[in-house]
């Protein structure tokens, strides 16, 4: 789902259930489009790639559900946590680039609010190419192995002003934060645990 070009905005509480369905990322809010390069944004401010507003924005709430997190015990007693998951129930921003000079539109300013994600292997995750200024607001991350995902990567023009604002994750499998990135830039507004 292009955020320059689409907004999900659903009337009511609505579930989009992934539980049958593995190895698959829920929803993906990035430009990873063949023409959507760089240099295609708004002629009036100089095609910069500003994308600018609400990606999703539902009356009511979102929800994300996965094929879920199992939690069981191993012959030492210790509480162990697995899932058959290995998508991400949302990513905000591009993860990819086209070469190493060039890129897609860049994901920026762009606003998810009230979802809910629980049971997927990474609950929510920023992308780590061309995506900046971003927020994640009004939402919950739950019950995922990894409520916010961010793995091994290296990060090309991402980073600044990544965004929870009002955001509760909870009972994660493994770890509420998996980061494992350089260079990103997080702010926490009314954030709990």
């Known amino acids: 789902m292009p955020p320059a070009l689409v907004e999900l905005r659903t009337a009511g509480d609505m579930i989009f259930d992934f539980s049958s369905i593995p190895n698959v990322d829920g929803i993906v809010c990035s430009h990873e489009y ?12 100089g095609d910069s790639a500003d994308s600018g507003g609400a990606v999703i924005n539902p009356i009511g709430v979102l929800y994300l559900k996965g094929p879920g ?8 007693g210790n509480v162990t946590s697995s899932t058959s998951s290995t998508g991400v129930g949302l990513v905000l921003g591009n993860r990819t680039r086209i070469s190493a000079n060039d890129g897609y539109l860049n994901v920026r300013d762009a ?29 919950n991350l739950y019950a995922n192995l990894h409520n916010h995902y961010q793995p091994n990567m290296t990060v090309i023009n991402s980073g600044e002003g990544m965004y929870f604002d009002r955001v509760t994750v909870s009972n994660a499998g493994i770890n509420n934060h998996y980061i494992n990135a350089n260079g990103l830039d997080y702010w926490f507004k009314k954030y709990s645990y």
Request: aromatic share 12%; proline share 2%; hydrophobic share 30%.
């Open 34 to 45: 063949p023409g959507l390069t760089y240099g295609k944004g708004n002629n009036l401010n």
């Open 69 to 76: 997190v199992t939690r069981s015990k191993d012959g030492s």
């Open 111 to 139: 606003h998810v609010r009230n979802v809910r994600i629980f049971g997927f292997m990474g609950g929510f995750q920023f992308g780590n190419c061309d995506t900046y200024l971003v927020t994640l607001s009004e939402s």
